[in-house]
Nanobody
Framework: VQLVESGGGSVQTGGSLRLSCAVS????????MTWFRQAPGKEREGVAC???????TYADSVKGRFTISQDNAKNTLYLQMNNLRPEDAGIYYC???????????????????WGQGTQVTVSS
């Protein structure tokens, strides 16, 4: 399984970014895919998860602002981020696993495969 993120960048508070994660070698019919982020000096935290059936889960801090989606034809996972805040800054990673979305979807220890990350900077 290989995951390659892209789309990070630098925006001002209130701006938007769309992250992409190209996925190859992932064929789990019951698995889930998730975006995580990690800010300097902080632990990695789960942001949004999508299950194989399209069910989504979000961290409270991003609900109403971020949207996770997938394009199965393109084997790509997306994260649309709107109304960005300085506290959203960090390295964003996509990750996949065999487990269904409802099993601790935002816990990083539950994930087997990770991308290299893409940097998001939000200036005030």
């Amino acid at each position: 399984v290989q995951l390659v993120e892209s789309g990070g960048g630098s925006v001002q508070t209130g701006g938007s970014l769309r992250l992409s994660c190209a996925v190859s070698g992932y064929t789990y019919s019951t698995g889930s895919m998730t975006w995580f982020r990690q800010a300097p000096g902080k632990e990695r935290e789960g942001v949004a998860c999508i299950g194989s059936g399209g069910t989504t889960t979000y961290a409270d801090s991003v609900k109403g602002r971020f949207t996770i989606s997938q394009d199965n034809a393109k084997n790509t996972l997306y994260l649309q981020m709107n109304n960005l805040r300085p506290e959203d800054a960090g390295i964003y990673y996509c990750a996949v696993r065999k487990l269904a979305w409802w099993l601790e979807p935002l816990e990083s220890e539950r994930y087997n495969y990770w991308g290299q990350g893409t940097q998001v900077t939000v200036s005030s």
